[in-house]
């Protein structure tokens, strides 16, 4: 029996060598380790087997009669569009969309380019490597071009209410923590949800209206920290998703828990710990008695982030 190499089998079915191998990849056929393909047990069971080249070393071959019809219906299935072609789309350059899709979450900068986070695996993208840099990068689905997170980003319709600037010298310390807990959001605001029960009306040193005189105090000490962050940002997630706090500067996400004595407000909770569990994202999570000594507490569980403020 003959033996094909996969970048011949790639020829044969007119379709990009790296894609081929990230489609192997993703079958659990073979893996990546030290910039080298490797066979799996998964591989060999196919039929797999590896073959040695004194000019470009060890490689690996499949059996002629391996069906190709396995690779082509997947192929088949999805159009992939590189960031060249969304940000055409969008109007914008490569660089900057780039930043935008890290922004949300879905690629990630690497040594060797542009890497796929679990969560740009939720809407549709596949990591490739080139087959002779190895350098790695990330090809979309053609309904991205029409995804909700990616679109509002370029909606003239801003999704937060805007800030002004806060003119208050008062520093949070010195603040007294009312009862008053903060929303935990799964949804825009609808008539029986905890955003229209608690009104965002306590503004802060950066003008954000906040839900809870404890907000005030994680907002003022993220500013007094020097620290970019969002308020009620939507988590790019298929979920409705809203998370207290957001720092762009290493993708955190903050979460205040303030009504921990209440069934629906537990319940809530517990859906949203789900989600960031379910796409990996990095959660700091605060309580009543770390509002308390917020300076001792939040340095600590940033710099497990790897952001430090002092």
Do not use: C
């Amino acid at each position: 029996m003959e033996f094909l190499s996969t970048t011949t089998i790639a020829k044969e079915l007119d379709m990009p060598a790296a894609e081929l191998f990230s489609l192997l990849r993703s079958l659990g056929w073979i893996d990546r380790k030290q910039d080298k393909w490797i066979l799996t047990a998964v591989g060999k069971q196919k039929g797999g087997q590896t073959r040695t080249n004194p000019k470009f070393g060890e490689y690996i071959v499949w059996p002629e009669d391996i069906p190709l019809d396995i690779f082509e219906d997947d192929v088949k299935k999805t159009t992939l569009i590189n960031a060249t072609a969304i940000s055409k789309h969008f109007n914008i350059s490569s660089q900057r969309l780039n930043l935008i899709l890290s922004e949300l979450g879905w690629i990630e900068k690497d040594l060797s380019g542009w890497g796929l986070t679990k969560l740009g695996k939720t809407v549709g993208g596949r990591q490739y490597e080139h087959e002779t840099s190895g350098n790695s990068y990330v090809l979309w689905p053609e309904n991205i071009l029409s995804n909700k997170s990616l679109v509002e980003v370029f909606s003239d319709q801003p999704v937060q209410k805007e800030t002004v600037k806060s003119t208050s010298n008062d520093h949070p310390a010195q603040r007294a923590i009312a009862p008053t807990p903060a929303a935990t959001s799964l949804a825009p605001a609808t008539p029986d949800n905890f955003r229209d029960k608690f009104e965002a009306k306590h503004r802060t040193k950066d003008g954000h209206y906040v839900r809870s005189r404890a907000e005030v105090i994680i907002d003022d000490t993220l500013y007094d920290y020097g620290l970019v962050h969002a308020y009620e940002k939507k988590v790019p997630i298929e979920e409705e998703l809203y998370t207290d706090f957001y720092l762009p500067n290493g993708k955190v996400y903050i979460e205040f828990w303030g009504l921990e004595n209440d069934a629906k407000y537990l319940e809530r909770k517990q859906k949203k710990l789900e989600l960031y569990r379910k796409y990996e994202l990095k959660l700091i999570e605060l309580t009543d008695s770390d509002i308390q000594n917020l300076d001792d507490h939040l340095p600590k569980k940033l710099l497990k982030f790897g952001i430090r403020v002092y």
